[in-house]
């Protein structure tokens, strides 16, 4: 579930939530200056391609989903009359290029669902974490009557001040490092755009997202994203650095690569981003992402509650 946010009728950010209680916070993360998808553009190619694969097959249903997070795009399931198998067909919504629906791997995370991989967490868990959300949005609330805010209407400057410096309000501290944005320039390239941005924030020489590409990959090789022992092969060649692998991914160690202005590598399944700084307010952690995404992009800057869905960092010294 998401919110959109507006200034002039332009599209400045997006803010999205989880709308069930099983799946953690309510809050997942801020987008800023998003790149507008093409939804009519997707489903109707989504339709289209459904139709032709499968003329004799019944369409279930057309929906606009969240896909091998945080892609977006339209899924059309359709059932073989015959058989009763069903498929699922892709279209991203940002290049309306098909994409193919591969299972789940040892290896490879497939197309998967946010929803199934929150699940994993545990439903209890995300359940203390949603009420833990809660109460500090019912005291945001309180507060806010108690200064004659209708939180009906739309947010404004003079009832941000009137809610500024209220007891539920807390300070805060952060550190944010500057690292420049890249985006990727082909679905596989979010590892050599994720390396440009920190080789950038360096001040390394800063070759081509397929130069970087081809260092690893010959021209007979299947495309494929990098792996993450490259992305330490690289910073050991190109930097003279030691690159970490770490799965335990504690607010501390973020803290402490930010604080040494040391920007890391932060990943989700089969997507790489580089996080830039920490945000700690009200009791939650929080972190600076820079986004890769979405294909053809600058990238997208990001703030989202810190460890909530990645799966790998590495740390670069």
Request: with cysteine; glycine share 8%; charged share 25%.
């Amino acid at each position: 579930m998401g919110s959109t946010v507006y200034k002039h009728s332009d599209l400045i950010g997006t803010i999205d939530i989880y709308a069930n209680k099983t799946l953690g916070h309510s809050f997942n993360d801020i987008t800023f200056d998003p790149i507008p998808y093409k939804a009519a553009e997707a489903m109707k190619k989504s339709k289209e391609i459904t139709k032709k694969n499968y003329p004799t097959g019944e369409i279930k249903s057309t929906n606009m989903v969240v896909y091998s997070y945080p892609k977006i795009g339209a899924m059309t399931v359709v059932k073989d009359k015959t058989t009763g198998d069903e498929y699922r067909i892709f279209v991203d919504a940002y290049t309306l290029d098909e994409v193919q629906d591969k299972p789940v791997t040892e290896t490879k995370p497939g197309v998967w669902s946010m929803y199934e991989m929150k699940l994993k967490n545990g439903v209890e868990g995300n359940l203390k974490e949603w009420e833990k959300s809660d109460q500090f949005t019912k005291s945001i609330e309180q507060a806010a009557v108690n200064k004659g805010v209708n939180i009906s209407e739309a947010v404004t400057e003079e009832n941000m001040k009137k809610l500024n410096g209220d007891a539920a309000i807390t300070a805060s501290t952060s550190r944010k490092l500057g690292v420049p944005l890249r985006g990727q320039e082909d679905t596989y390239y979010c590892g050599e755009a994720s390396i440009q941005m920190i080789s950038l924030y360096y001040g390394y020489p800063t070759p081509s997202q397929t130069y970087i590409y081809d260092y690893f990959f010959d021209p007979e090789d299947q495309p494929s994203g990098l792996r993450i022992d490259e992305m330490i092969q690289w910073a050991e060649d190109k930097w003279g650095k030691t690159g970490f692998h770490d799965t335990s991914m504690t607010n501390s160690e973020v803290v402490t690569e930010i604080d040494n202005y040391r920007p890391f590598y932060s990943t989700i399944p089969g997507h790489f981003r580089v996080c830039q700084g920490y945000l700690i307010q009200n009791g939650y952690f929080y972190i600076y992402i820079n986004d890769p995404e979405p294909v053809g992009s600058n990238g997208t800057p990001k703030i989202e509650l810190g460890s909530s869905r990645e799966t790998n960092r590495i740390y670069i010294r």
